[in-house]
């Protein structure tokens, strides 16, 4: 057997070729300059709209209880509430932490895996979990019908997503038991309409109407007990 040191014939790694992409470029040197995390994940955000050209782009993060809203967004609207479609869908990522996609024309969501999957022309919004160490600290929420879908760089997206959950792990996060509290709240005459609404979106899925609506299931069945009462 021939030792390291007599083997002539070494061979010189070969270089890497090619110049480093602009947009790598331009994400390390947002990170390496950033000072206050919600203008460093602003301008992440501002890039990452400009790259994929997407005009709607913007990130969930929960809001007590069971409900999401748009802490950033590309668009400038902060605050923002989002439809039933997508809160629906976040309430499943939450639990889960896979990519989720809803088609146009429907109200349920879809798995999606970056590696296994492609996104189609028939895709209208593609929601990505901001994960660190297995926690969904908040979701990415892309509108990708302008430009279509099939054309997102999706890989692009998952390294600047990634970025923005390290940002976000070191800000001031309510921990989730604060979070998903469900303080108690009066039975009111108008809440059969909207739970029986609900109910309905969700195919019968009690339990996810609840989650949707921002109740437990007990919370659900007692208010629907409530109400029939009253009826």
């Not at 990452?48 to 809203?69: G, M, Q």
């Amino acid at each position: 057997m021939n030792s390291i040191a007599d083997l002539k014939d070494y061979r010189r790694v070969a270089a890497l070729s090619g110049a480093t992409p602009h947009w790598l470029m331009a994400v390390s040197h947002i990170v390496e300059n950033r000072q206050q995390d919600q203008e460093t994940i602003g301008q992440l955000l501002a890039l990452l709209s400009e790259l994929t050209e997407l005009r709607n782009i913007s990130i969930a993060v929960p809001d007590s209880p069971s409900r999401f809203r748009a802490r950033y967004s590309s668009s400038g609207v902060t605050d923002g509430i989002y439809s039933f479609a997508v809160q629906h869908a976040l309430c499943r990522q939450f639990g889960s932490g896979e990519w989720l996609t809803i088609k146009e024309g429907e109200e349920r969501s879809d798995a999606f895996v970056p590696l296994e999957h492609a996104l189609t022309e028939h895709d209208r919004c593609l929601l990505m979990p901001l994960t660190l160490r297995g926690h969904v600290l908040a979701s990415l929420v892309m509108d990708v019908r302008y430009p279509p879908a099939h054309l997102l760089d999706v890989g692009l997206v998952n390294f600047i997503g990634t970025q923005m959950a390290a940002i976000l792990a070191t800000q001031v996060v309510p921990n989730f038991v604060t979070l998903y509290a469900r303080p108690y709240q009066r039975v009111q005459d108008n809440d059969l309409d909207d739970i029986q609404q609900a109910i309905d979106k969700c195919n019968g899925n009690k339990t996810m109407a609840a989650k949707v609506l921002g109740l437990t299931p007990r919370q659900l069945r007692y208010r629907l007990a409530k109400l029939c009462e009253a009826s």
